[in-house]
């Protein structure tokens, strides 16, 4: 957990099952009856590792001394068939644990130090298969005797119930803790997070904003969650920004959760862009944080015909710097964000990157990155931020016993508790009760040992970053530690206990951050060929940008840079020259048509290339064209032949307007054959001599024909020439 303290998964049911006697009687039974019984065994374990027990003790595992309490003992059946009814013991050792160590080991592994006594049984009565049934047991001031203050093991366990189909009952344990308060409390400050991934990597669409800010949605359970306590926001500027963008056209949902987020009087402050590691690309060695290009791309002027809402106004966050050229570190795509944005000379007025991504009243220069940080990382991190910056870390990242603010070397660092940190994430991200209640009950036994460590030193806890909790599980475990009143004002002010780090960063993450951005040049220059690059290169530095966010796992980590570089590759294949035939070329001179393909779905600007093999062809060295998105277009290249005939080979390759070659040249056979145009006019012009005599031929003979037929005719009707005939 140096890493990180704020990723998911610290530990599910199944491994606290995994504790006690059912792996026990898993093992003796296959060791008894042989190999034959191993595939009953296994039944028998799937089913008895259906069977939970949930455990908790007072409130939120919190007793004061002296006092009587209640323990909940919940039994939970998810297995397909009902459970007998059984018996549970609830046992108590009196032996506080020591440190946060003890009780994880305690919790873990069920190894605790000192005997345990029962404080009470109960019948627990059958539960029908998929639920589940509590029992609940008084615990008198006698019971529990005069306990010190501290944190106690606490243990419950199920016996004589059983399965339908199963060959023995099976004993369920489950650990928790009894904590037995001191007289006062140290004051805790909560940082919830604030984060929504979209899922194609840049932006929340209209459609994923008003699912999340429906009445049933994530964001709407955050802000219900955290209404009414002094939980600290870190608010990711992606989510306003995704709803300003849309202007007009954002879901009035999502519009009236960005109001109530401004009217809540928590005090906050603001994550990087898409929650992006400044951890990450200190160690990638970039000079400033990665900040998206502009989000111009992402504007539609109709949205803005109405007069648009207030947005804040906010310092322009830090434009990155160009990187080195000397291959010690990739060089991102520059940022036009620098300079203003054109608007248009008639209509609305567009607003520019700092208002879309301002976070109204935030507190500035305060960064919440991984903790696998070294003292470089802190002194890069100066340098991101104008004034100095104040880093939020895990208190497994920090040595020595620490409150809520620390100096290191001459760097602020706020410090968050680590296993209650966890513990409470795990119950706001709970929507069970009693399992809540246990990792509540968890996480009260970490604060305790560290106000035990130091009584009267503030303390400080960061959530996960979560996007699927329920209103009433994160205001639960707020509500449960929140000091009303003490917020980040309040820590910022505590005086900074001097302290060291104690991890050892990882390169992996930066060295492939830096793979991501050397693509990202790449992707620069092929983006010439479009009219605006930024509607390629805009979306491609977020999605890079949450690739490296904080609450990614190691392996949701190498999925989204997997994912990353599968676009990039996909968008760098999307414009090429289909492979083609050999072409019949029949005359001296004609347009040879060859496919150019457009899978983007912008129209681009490409120069044709041609190149003969052999000078017998006289070729258009440069076609340009634009090729309309989603289509093969097929781009007419005039050509001569010198020659009558002969095979001629032309290399096709194409590059964008200024001369960035794009996709890879392609090779086409072209078959001259253009003697065989003279040959075709002499046999047609010869036709048409033969045409024409026939027709005058058959014309003369016709005429003749006709001049005969008049003699004749002339002859008969004549009285003199009767006469002559007569005599």
């Known amino acids: 957990m140096t890493a990180t303290i704020f990723e998911n998964g610290l530990r599910t049911r199944l491994q606290r099952l995994a504790r006690g006697s059912v792996i026990s009687a898993i093992v003796l039974g296959l060791v008894s009856t042989g190999a034959g019984s191993a595939?009953?065994?296994?039944?028998?374990?799937?089913?008895?590792?259906?069977?939970?027990?949930?455990?908790?003790?007072?409130?939120?595992?919190?007793?004061?001394?002296?006092?009587?309490?209640?323990?909940?003992?919940?039994?939970?059946?998810?297995?397909?068939?009902?459970?007998?009814?059984?018996?549970?013991?609830?046992?108590?050792?009196?032996?506080?644990?020591?440190?946060?160590?003890?009780?994880?080991?305690?919790?873990?592994?069920?190894?605790?130090?000192?005997?345990?006594?029962?404080?009470?049984?109960?019948?627990?009565?059958?539960?029908?298969?998929?639920t589940s049934a509590t029992t609940s047991l008084f615990l008198p001031p006698e019971v529990l005797g005069d306990l010190a203050p501290g944190v106690y093991p606490l243990r419950a366990t199920l016996s004589g119930a059983q399965n339908e189909g199963q060959d023995a009952a099976?004993?369920?344990?489950?650990?928790?803790?009894l904590v037995v308060t001191a007289a006062a409390n140290p004051p805790v400050a909560v940082m919830v997070p604030i984060t929504a991934t979209p899922s194609d990597g840049a932006l929340l669409t209209a459609d994923e904003l008003s699912a999340l800010t429906a009445p049933d949605g994530a964001l709407t359970a955050t802000i219900e969650g955290v209404r009414g306590t002094s939980a600290i926001l870190a608010i990711d500027p992606a989510i306003p920004a995704a709803i300003r963008v849309l202007g007009s056209s954002a879901p009035q949902s999502a519009r009236e959760w960005l109001r109530l987020l401004d009217a809540l009087p928590n005090e906050r402050f603001s994550l990087q862009f898409g929650d992006a590691d400044a951890t990450t690309q200190a160690q990638a060695g970039l000079p400033g944080l990665l900040q998206p290009t502009t989000l111009a791309p992402f504007l539609t002027l109709s949205s803005f015909t109405e007069p648009p809402d207030e947005t804040p106004t906010a310092t322009p966050a830090p434009t990155p710097a160009s990187l080195p050229t000397d291959g010690s570190a990739p060089t991102p795509v520059p940022t036009p964000s620098?300079?203003?944005?054109?608007?248009?000379?008639?209509?609305?007025?567009?607003?520019?990157?700092?208002?879309?991504?301002?976070v109204e009243g935030s507190t500035p220069g305060i960064l919440w990155p991984r903790s696998d940080v070294s003292a470089a990382d802190l002194d890069t991190f100066s340098t991101y931020l104008s004034g100095g910056a104040v880093t939020v870390l895990s208190s497994a990242a920090v040595g020595g016993v620490v409150g809520a603010h620390a100096a290191i070397d001459s760097h602020s660092v706020l410090v968050a508790v680590d296993a209650a940190s966890d513990a409470l994430s795990q119950a706001a991200s709970e929507d069970d009760d009693a399992a809540r209640q246990q990792s509540l009950a968890e996480a009260s036994a970490y604060l305790a040992l560290s106000a035990q460590?130091?009584?009267?030193?503030?303390?400080?806890?960061?959530?996960?970053?979560?996007?699927?909790?329920?209103?009433?599980?994160?205001?639960?475990?707020?509500?449960?530690?929140?000091?009303?009143?003490?917020?980040?004002?309040?820590?910022?002010?505590?005086?900074?206990?001097?302290?060291?780090?104690?991890?050892?960063p990882d390169p992996a993450r930066a060295t492939a951050?830096?793979?991501?951005?050397?693509?990202?040049?790449?992707?620069?220059?092929?983006?010439?060929?479009?009219?605006?690059?930024?509607?390629?290169?805009?979306?491609k530095r977020i999605q890079i940008m949450r690739a490296t966010a904080v609450g990614l796992t190691d392996k949701g980590f190498s999925e989204a840079v997997a994912d990353v570089n599968e676009q990039t590759t996909e968008t760098l294949n999307a414009v090429d020259i289909p492979p083609a035939s050999t072409i019949q070329l029949l005359s001296a001179n004609a347009d040879l048509p060859f496919s150019v393909r457009n899978d983007l779905p912008w129209p681009v600007n490409i120069e044709l290339t041609v190149k003969p093999s052999d000078p017998r062809l006289e070729v258009q060295s440069v076609t340009p064209w634009t090729i309309q998105p989603g289509t093969t277009t097929r781009v007419k290249v005039p050509v001569s032949a010198r020659v009558g005939s002969g095979e001629v080979t032309l290399t096709l390759s194409l590059s964008s307007p200024t001369g960035?070659?794009?996709?890879?040249?392609?090779?086409?056979?072209?078959?001259?054959?253009?003697?065989?145009?003279?040959?075709?006019?002499?046999?047609?012009?010869?036709?048409?001599?033969?045409?024409?005599?026939?027709?005058?031929?058959?014309?003369?003979?016709?005429?003749?024909?006709?001049?005969?037929?008049?003699?004749?005719?002339q002859a008969t009707s004549s009285p003199d020439a009767v006469e002559e005939l007569n005599e």
Do not use: H, Y
Request: hydrophobic share 40%.
């Open 338 to 358: 620098d300079e203003p944005s054109p608007q248009p000379t008639d209509g609305p007025v567009l607003p520019d990157d700092a208002q879309l991504m301002a």
């Open 170 to 177: 099976r004993t369920v344990t489950s650990t928790s803790v």
């Open 453 to 504: 460590a130091s009584p009267t030193t503030p303390l400080l806890i960061g959530l996960d970053r979560d996007e699927t909790r329920t209103a009433d599980a994160l205001r639960e475990a707020v509500s449960s530690v929140d000091s009303l009143g003490f917020g980040l004002s309040e820590v910022l002010a505590i005086p900074a206990t001097p302290s060291t780090l104690s991890t050892e």
């Open 660 to 713: 960035v070659p794009i996709s890879q040249p392609e090779r086409v056979r072209v078959s001259v054959r253009a003697e065989w145009e003279t040959i075709g006019l002499a046999a047609f012009g010869g036709l048409i001599v033969l045409l024409l005599g026939l027709g005058i031929i058959r014309t003369v003979r016709r005429r003749r024909r006709e001049a005969l037929a008049g003699d004749e005719e």
């Open 39 to 130: 595939v009953a065994a296994a039944d028998d374990e799937s089913e008895a590792s259906s069977v939970e027990l949930l455990l908790s003790a007072g409130v939120r595992g919190t007793v004061a001394p002296g006092t009587a309490t209640t323990a909940s003992i919940t039994v939970q059946n998810d297995a397909k068939s009902e459970l007998s009814a059984g018996r549970v013991t609830l046992e108590i050792n009196r032996t506080p644990l020591a440190d946060e160590a003890s009780v994880t080991t305690w919790l873990n592994d069920s190894d605790a130090t000192g005997g345990f006594d029962q404080l009470g049984t109960d019948t627990v009565a059958p539960v029908d298969a998929e």
């Open 513 to 539: 951050l830096q793979g991501m951005l050397d693509s990202e040049i790449v992707l620069g220059e092929f983006s010439t060929i479009l009219d605006d690059s930024q509607l390629l290169l805009s979306p």
